[in-house]
DNA sequence: GATTAATATGTTACCGATAACTCTAAAGTA
DNA sequence: TACTTTAGAGTTATCGGTAACATATTAATC
């Protein structure tokens, strides 16, 4: 590997003027510069960020942590937390947990191993508090996403979730339905609560008596950890005439399992969910859903992380935004 | 930020021995093994990843950078390198170049600035071969995924791309079909070049003519990039009674603006595609697609670049897998 | 022409770790 | 008992940069 002490050999200078060439600090002369910069470009010099950051106590290196990649609400969130950090000279380093706190931890200790300047995080649940208080412990500032903490008090971008499961339970009771399920996620994480709760709350609104019966928590993926649909929907009867999804794995994978038992959307059953299946939802555009602002989760996020990051001092105290749901009305609801 | 100096010191050892204990090489007696750990556990120690990477000269870390993060195709086979990676003690870094040489170009640079041990790519085209002159003139392992680069001798991961599209128009003439259309991606990636020569190889083995005004050569994707759709369709008189399209975004575009002029699949045009739409696709499945095991292109690309990198000297030549394609036949071509 | 100021460059120490070598004291050997 | 091993540590140099200070020119000022 070439080093600025190779290149201040061949071109006859010390390595601190060359640290200054490619620095543009303190004064150099024309001359110099051109030929130091010539000497750069005859080796392929490419400056190497680990001695950089080492000095420099910065790495410039953000973490996303997303519970689950092959998710469009994360991957959407996760373009517009890179396009903020990109705009600001930050790279961003994604990890994958699959909800699991053990791989959490794994990106934790990466984390932490690698001095990255802060942490975007969607935690895999309330069994993250250690994590954010190993991250504060050391310094590492961090913005939650999608959900919170209890016990954390931590910048967090929110969507309006309660609120969310209030407007499509209102969708369902308006076009008639008194018998509505709800599958959920599980009650360790904080969205998958206020839906609940916001579905509750709705039911009462409503005079409707709340069945524990009719609501399975489960978990909100990856696909490979949803199990007892299929238990869950045999042990209801009478069949509920209306489904409320806690996210959109959820609602395909009660779909897929209502298919397979010869139940179609939304003539035998109806059905609304959170989030949006896939850009590709839009091609033919069925599911009544929350639209949750991926990109603006993101996007927010990172900008908060950045604010945190670029004024430490700053005593401001705890940041919580909650971003707005919108119903968006399409086909999965019958009206009875 | 705790160091080994401050462990040494209050644990009353040298840095060395703190070093040996972490590590778990040299000889150390027990008791003062003892004494080092608890001094670590104290003090909330995390090995510095940048002092070390620079010393060994080895950052144990690893670049994917990949075209579309919101296609499932390709968060499907980050998933697969990242489980790869991950069993064999590398972490993973993502990159997203919206098939832009540009933003491809920032990330090659931050591989080499960031002393990346080796690259897995899904390159923007054929304008990526600097990039990787750039790669194999810094000693940088990389192995390329789903798409080649001519004048690149490299490993690479590939899927059977002519069979493909073969299989696809077989299916149509199968069908009745004899007016077929192409809806591609760039000329300049190998894939599209590789589908377009599958398209027209069977045209011509069922004695159809080739109709340029039948193909369209538009982008692979992000949506934003795909272009002209509409203006196309208007042109063919009449319209095809088929489409190819040569992935998933380009279906779903396609799709839409059929469906904004009304007209239906299959009802009124029948529509096979390259990939899955998405695992929702299984949801509701429809289209007929070739399917690529997205999730062995990561996995298999990341064994290979882990073998490269872990026997730098073994002189065996490039490596070239094919992946081979399966058609998958569904609902949406309509028998003439 | 001597003094001061500004410009251009060099020296040294350090960021946090590890490799390679050295040292010391106790154990083993003849 | 004198000599060799060996276990258990310590010392020093180094990885590739940058900050802070020092120094050598050259230009400006009186």
């Not at 984390?111 to 508090?129: E, F, I, M, Q, Y």
């Amino acid at each position: 590997m070439v080093t600025i002490y190779d290149i201040a050999e061949k071109a006859g200078v010390s390595a601190m003027t060359v640290s200054r060439v490619i620095n543009n600090t303190g004064r150099i002369s024309d001359k110099t510069r051109a030929k130091v910069k010539r000497v750069m470009d005859e080796l392929g010099y490419v400056p190497n960020q680990m001695a950089r950051s080492l000095v420099l106590q910065e790495t410039r290196l953000l973490f996303l942590i997303i519970t689950d990649i092959t998710n469009p609400f994360y991957t959407t969130l996760a373009r517009g937390a890179e396009d903020a950090a990109r705009k600001r000279g930050y790279r961003l380093l994604f990890g994958n947990t699959d909800e699991d706190p053990e791989k959490e931890n794994d990106y934790i200790d990466a984390v932490l191993k690698t001095r990255a300047d802060g942490v975007l995080l969607a935690p895999a649940g309330d069994a993250s508090l250690p994590h954010l208080e190993m991250l504060r412990r050391h310094n590492v500032p961090f913005v939650l996403l999608d959900r919170e903490v209890p016990g954390a008090e931590s910048d967090v971008v929110l969507g309006d979730s309660k609120e969310g499961a209030r407007q499509l339970v209102k969708q369902l009771v308006g076009a008639g339905h008194r018998r509505i399920a709800l599958i959920n996620g599980s009650r360790t994480i904080s969205s998958a609560r206020e839906r609940l709760e916001g579905y509750r709350e709705a039911l009462k609104l409503n005079d409707l008596a709340y069945d524990e019966a009719l609501v399975l928590e489960t978990s909100f993926g990856p696909r490979s950890d949803l199990t007892g649909i299929e238990a869950w929907l045999d042990g209801m009867r009478p069949l509920p005439t209306a489904f409320v999804a806690g996210n959109n794995v959820l609602a395909v994978e009660l779909m897929r399992t209502l298919r397979s038992k010869g139940l179609r959307v939304p003539e035998d059953v109806s059905l609304v969910c959170f989030d949006e299946l896939a850009s590709y939802a839009e091609m033919d555009p069925f599911l009544t859903v929350i639209s949750q602002q991926a990109y603006q989760f993101g996007h927010l996020g990172m900008q908060m992380l950045l604010d945190r990051i670029q004024s430490p001092g700053d005593p401001a105290g705890r940041r919580r935004i909650v971003l707005p749901a919108e119903l968006i009305v399409r086909r999965s609801v019958r009206q009875l």
